[in-house]
């Protein structure tokens, strides 16, 4: 038996529904895709680029050093930055001489250009619900030096690879 048009009408926008509300799940909890604004990034990420971000594994709290991450702010800051994580909870950061230093320890940033100089002198403990960012082009960045360590419920996500432009795409 042949369905009636209402009958046919009716599947399809069941099916409709059901596939709008799943690509609203997924672009909500797991998955997105942002633009770069600004050169924060250089060398790593480039003004209008688009990245993909993931969000489910921040659920977890599972950050690493070295991760770049989407966040929000907060009131320190404007809109959404992407920087990359340099400490983590509990750890002690202390910019001197143009180096960073974790714990006493020399982070080497094989990520930066060479020669790059970080500025502003300074010594933090960071909070054990927080992590501290900076960006990859330190003398532009506004980041952590700048704004303080972010909490980690103000991360957004964390950048998987780099979708446009085609011909740089790939992990980042």
Do not use: C
């Amino acid at each position: 038996m042949q369905k009636s048009f209402i009958e046919e009408l009716k599947e399809w926008s069941v099916s409709i529904v059901i596939a709008a509300v799943v690509a609203f799940s997924i672009k909500t909890f797991l998955f997105d895709i942002i633009e770069v604004s600004g050169t924060s990034m250089l060398p790593t990420l480039h003004d209008k680029d688009r990245v993909a971000i993931e969000k489910i594994t921040l659920y977890t709290k599972d950050i690493k050093r070295g991760e770049i991450v989407i966040l929000d702010p907060g009131t320190k800051g404007r809109g959404i930055y992407i920087k990359r994580v340099i400490g983590l909870p509990g750890e002690t950061i202390e910019i001197k001489n143009g180096n960073v230093y974790i714990n006493g320890e020399i982070l080497h940033e094989n990520y930066l250009r060479s020669g790059t100089y970080t500025d502003i002198d300074m010594k933090v403990t960071i909070p054990e619900d927080s992590v501290f960012v900076m960006g990859d082009n330190r003398q532009v960045s506004e980041d952590s030096r700048i704004i303080g360590p972010i909490p980690i419920k103000n991360l957004k996500g964390h950048a998987l690879f780099r979708i446009f432009p085609f011909n740089q795409m790939g992990k980042i």
